[in-house]
């Protein structure tokens, strides 16, 4: 029923993961949360997700999905990790909004 086909399009994201295509597993991981949000894997998803836009540059979208695994799925095993990456992220936009200034003082 929809909790395999949801572990079906988990596993997908996995592997397109291994193999370095952030692009396909990323939308593996958003099929996951998209049709099947109320499915106990929904949280892998929303990490798996999360990472993958880290790995493509996309901080704010791997912010809001990482806030939404804290949120709607704080006792998740996941949980520890995305608050962890959460400040990963604010560190890297004040890197970055810090390197924009100095850019722009020149």
């Known amino acids: 029923g929809f909790r395999q086909a949801a572990l079906v399009y988990l596993g997908i994201g996995q592997c397109y993961e291994k193999l370095g295509n952030k692009d396909k597993a990323l939308h593996a ?6 049709l099947y949000p109320e499915k106990a894997c ?5 990490f798996g997700a999360g990472r993958m836009c880290v790995a493509l540059g996309r901080l704010d979208k791997a912010d ?3 806030a939404e695994l804290v949120n709607d799925h ?7 990790d995305a608050i962890k990456e959460q ?4 560190q890297k936009k004040a890197e970055a909004g810090a390197a924009a200034k100095k850019t722009a003082g020149q």
């Open 42 to 46: 929904v949280d892998d998803a929303l």
């Open 87 to 90: 400040s990963l992220i604010r």
């Open 74 to 80: 704080p006792a998740s095993e996941f949980a520890r």
């Open 64 to 66: 809001a999905l990482f």
């Open 29 to 34: 991981y958003l099929t996951v949360i998209a």
